[in-house]
């Protein structure tokens, strides 16, 4: 014969229930994600950023060329472009 070594009784469990703008809130996140994940994918198929990481290795390498050789006001400027370049394709 098997013996019991559980000698708690069982308790309930409880549950959480939602109200209905929790669920909402719940569900526009989720819309909200879907809908970055579709504009993320249009951009994808745009040609003109898919050349930014061209132009983007062409700028650094112009900004190096350009602080190497004391023209440090065009290396920052084609820093400084390269930055917002990568914020606007964001």
């Given at each position: 014969m098997l013996a019991?070594?559980?000698?708690?009784p069982m308790t309930k469990r409880?549950?959480?229930?939602?109200?209905?703008?929790?669920i909402i809130a719940d569900l526009e996140a989720k819309i909200a994600?879907?809908?970055?994940?579709?504009?993320?994918k249009?951009?994808?198929n745009?040609?003109?950023?898919?050349e930014i990481?061209?132009?983007?290795?062409?700028?650094?390498?112009?900004?190096?060329?350009a602080l190497?050789?004391?023209r440090k006001d065009m290396g920052n400027a084609a820093?400084?472009?390269?930055?917002?370049l990568e914020r606007m394709a964001k």
């Open positions: 019991s070594t559980h000698n708690t409880t549950y959480n229930r939602r109200t209905p703008e929790q994600v879907q809908k970055e994940k579709l504009a993320a249009s951009m994808a745009d040609p003109v950023l898919r990481p061209k132009l983007k290795k062409q700028l650094r390498k112009f900004a190096k060329v190497s050789g004391g820093l400084a472009f390269v930055t917002k």
